[in-house]
């Protein structure tokens, strides 16, 4: 069973071989997978990412008013879009009359609707990623009883993912304005190790007013050997303890006692910890 993960720091085979299991021995093969996938996830938070190997981000932050910005991912392969500003993309609105309430939300992923009825609160979600455009989506939106879109000349053919999240609004009776990031910024230059972005005309201040997407990571087989080793290293030291007869944890009899339980080898953690060290980051501030 291989490992199934995108975010996986070694693959099943490098684990094996560190636990110096033969070809034949796969009776742990799940075990270790977990481990592994596990493993890669305590690493990353370590790191302070969402994953050590490559994968694309979209991102908002708030400018800061200094000419740098940092991604939360690093380190940074490209940087496909930067933009400062938004455009309003289409209006939404509930016009049935008939709901005590109605609320608009989009998350990174879905647009949300939800509406109460004499008492009844009903919910419909639209997977973004579902629609190439958004009038595929105006007229998936429009097919539910009482909401309406209106879209924005030049926007009809946007992809519906690239709407800016917003928390919930109130749509009863009133449009709402969903908005896409504004074009992009051509002169960002990249320090691509920290993350570090540069904007010469500066980032305006705002509430999530940058949009940013990228890609961050290092490919499996390029992910440095001292991480990889953390993860190897890891995956043993919970591997070793989770195969530990557990049956007998403590007893206690009269003076005499017995202890058990797991315990975490702090010289073990000290060595991973060392070996990721000069991978973390440390941004003191912005400039």
């Not at 975010?7 to 034949?24: C, F, G, Q």
């Not at 075990?31 to 938070?45: G, Q, T």
């Not at 400018?63 to 991604?71: D, R, V």
């Not at 800016?164 to 609004?169: F, G, H, Q």
């Amino acid at each position: 069973m291989a490992v199934n993960s995108d975010k996986a720091i070694v693959t099943l085979m490098d684990a094996r071989t560190y636990l110096r299991k033969s070809a034949t021995d796969t009776a742990d093969d799940q075990l270790i997978d977990l481990l592994v996938a596990s493993a890669s996830e305590a690493i990353a938070k370590q790191l302070g990412v969402a994953s050590v190997v490559s994968n694309t981000y979209r991102e908002f932050q708030d400018g800061n008013g200094g000419m740098c910005l940092w991604t939360r991912n690093y380190p940074v392969t490209s940087v496909d879009f930067a933009s400062t500003a938004r455009d309003g993309a289409l209006t939404i609105i509930y016009s049935g009359g008939d709901a005590s309430f109605a609320t608009v939300e989009v998350t990174a992923s879905q647009l949300k609707l939800r509406k109460r009825v004499s008492g009844v609160v009903t919910a419909s979600t639209f997977n973004l990623a579902d629609y190439a455009t958004l009038t595929a989506l105006k007229t998936a939106v429009e097919a539910v009883s009482g909401w309406a879109i209106t879209i924005g000349t030049g926007f009809e053919n946007f992809a519906p993912a690239s709407l800016v999240p917003v928390p919930a609004k109130d749509a009863t009776g009133d449009n709402v304005t969903l908005e896409v990031p504004d074009e992009g910024e051509v002169e960002v230059e990249l320090d691509g190790d920290f993350g570090k972005l540069y904007n010469p005309y500066g980032w305006p201040r705002g509430r999530n007013n940058v949009c940013i997407e990228y890609t961050a990571g290092w490919a499996r087989a390029d992910v440095p050997q001292p991480i990889r080793l953390a993860c190897l290293e890891l995956v043993k030291l919970t591997f070793d303890r989770a195969k530990k007869d557990m049956s007998l944890k403590s007893e206690t009899i009269g003076e005499y006692s017995y202890d058990n339980a797991p315990k975490v080898d702090l010289a073990e953690m000290t060595i991973i910890d060392d070996l990721l060290g000069p991978y973390k980051r440390h941004v003191i501030g912005a400039a």
